[in-house]
């Protein structure tokens, strides 16, 4: 049984209830789940029987200085403090587990560690709510990504190559050695074939269900436009915190349920050349007293001002927030011209090509939002949303002014205001400097301190940014062997 048909939503917030769920479940190991800083989800577990109301009260301890972005080794004990709010039984493992996300807890003060993402992603909450603009930001992600069926990859000092290939893979259509039965998308119409051409339908349901199952709701899920795999699944909208929890849980299981088929799923953000990208289109919106706070009847594309502030917002910051929204190398050969990508800063109701776009399928105030479309799922949820948070904020409070919407398509316009508008910055390093210079508005309210701005800097740096421009690019030597 799911945990949100056994226990109400204010009972799932007493451990004492959460620990006697998990005993009629049959739940055997407890496993304690939290997100380190560049946004992977990290692990330990311990039986149920020392599962106690206590540890939800006084946590449990671990070695911080061996997670990425957190503590030197002189200051390494940290604790971990489970929320019994987040807790659902395992859906993709043999043993019966109850899995828990935690808050990081730094034990010599007994408050939450600044470096801990969830502790950001609650602050920014509570920022918003401080200024009385709104007290709720609803967040509805479009995680899109590739299911293949093996992926190879070395690097060394005399050689450094990648190889992927799927079934669906529109260059095995004249593969041998095997009966080639045909029917794959070719590049870019991977948006809507049915079987068998899109030949992972079952999966993408088995996905489906194991994500309900872990009470995430789900809305749709299809093929995308790209051959080989790439894969869209999209669940239902929340506020900030509890979606970017939900971020981490739908990788995980999307990840396990393709390994155990025999499938490997990636959100890499451009693994193939020459054909479409996956993003993390993100939707978002604000409300207050259960009113949404983006409609108005009368303005362009049925938006009110503090939405068209919000927009302002975050077009004004964008170059920082991609910093912290598509945070790594590979994310900006998915930010070029063609392929959907959105690389140009402006607005636009309908326009994919557009960095945001207005969606106009209802005209309903309640589904009245924006569509952020630069950022992709490689991001930390928890710091990525945040920023997005705090960007649209400080849009409203300066009553930031966007460009001129744009209803044309910004790839192949060449008019006067078309070429006004700026492009996005074209990699990490640009992106990490105009953080480096654009970051106050992410310090208001205390939601990102200095330490995480200069840590997150200072790790893309160092393990990113300088070690892909050392090594030579295999098509260098497409370019230069002969030289």
């Not at 200069?454 to 030597?477: M, Q, S």
Request: contains cysteine.
């Amino acid at each position: 049984m799911a945990i949100d048909e056994y226990l109400s939503v204010e009972s799932r917030s007493d451990p004492k209830a959460v620990i006697s769920y998990a005993r009629e479940q049959g739940v055997r190991i407890v496993d304690f789940r939290f997100t380190d800083l560049p946004g992977q989800w990290q692990h330990f577990s311990v039986p149920l029987t020392e599962l106690s109301e206590g540890l939800f009260r006084d946590g449990i301890g671990f070695d911080g200085s061996s997670i990425r972005g957190f503590q030197a080794i002189h200051e390494s004990d940290m604790l971990l403090r489970p929320d019994p709010r987040t807790a659902f039984v395992d859906p993709v493992l043999q043993v019966p587990t109850l899995a828990l996300i935690c808050d990081v807890v730094d034990p010599t003060t007994g408050e939450r560690y600044t470096r801990d993402p969830r502790h950001v992603a609650d602050k920014a909450e509570a920022f918003l709510r401080s200024t009385g603009i709104a007290d709720t930001s609803y967040w509805g992600p479009e995680l899109e990504f590739y299911i293949f069926n093996s992926i190879r990859f070395d690097q060394n000092v005399h050689e450094g190559y990648y190889h992927v290939d799927s079934i669906e893979g529109i260059w095995n259509s004249g593969q041998n050695g095997s009966p080639n039965q045909g029917f794959r998308p070719r590049q870019k119409e991977g948006y809507f074939p049915v079987p068998p051409v899109d030949k992972l339908q079952d999966l993408r349901s088995e996905i489906t269900l194991a994500l309900i199952e872990a009470g995430i709701d789900v809305e749709v899920h299809h093929h995308e436009v790209g051959t080989a795999g790439q894969t869209e699944i999209d669940m239902r909208y929340d506020t900030l915190a509890l979606t970017a929890d939900r971020v981490q849980t739908f990788k995980y299981i999307v990840k396990n349920v393709c390994y155990q088929r025999g499938f490997t799923a990636t959100f890499m953000p451009k693994p193939l050349f020459g054909d479409n990208g996956s993003g993390m289109h993100t939707h978002q919106s604000l409300w207050k007293d259960g009113t949404p706070l983006f409609f108005d009847a009368k303005g362009y594309a049925l938006l009110s001002d503090l939405a068209r502030w919000y927009i302002g917002g975050l077009l004004a910051h964008a170059p920082a927030l991609l910093a912290l929204s598509a945070p790594t190398t590979n994310s900006y050969r998915r930010l070029v011209p063609g392929y959907e990508a959105p690389i140009k800063l402006a607005y636009s109701a309908r326009n994919r090509s557009a960095c945001i776009r207005i969606p106009t399928y209802s005209d309903k105030p309640a589904l009245r939002r924006l569509e952020f479309r630069s950022p992709d799922p490689t991001a930390n949820p928890y710091l990525a949303f945040a920023a997005m948070l705090m960007a649209g904020v400080d849009g409203i409070r300066r009553k930031i002014e966007p460009p001129e919407p744009m209803e044309i398509d910004l790839y192949e316009a060449e008019n006067e205001a078309a070429q006004r508008v700026r492009d996005l910055p074209g990699s990490l390093d640009e992106v990490l400097r105009a953080l480096e210079g654009d970051h106050a508005f992410l310090l208001e309210g205390d939601v990102f301190t200095p330490d995480v701005i200069a840590t997150w800097i200072a790790y893309k740096r160092e393990r990113e940014v300088d070690p892909i421009r050392l090594r030579p690019h295999p098509y260098e030597f497409f370019l230069y062997a002969d030289a």
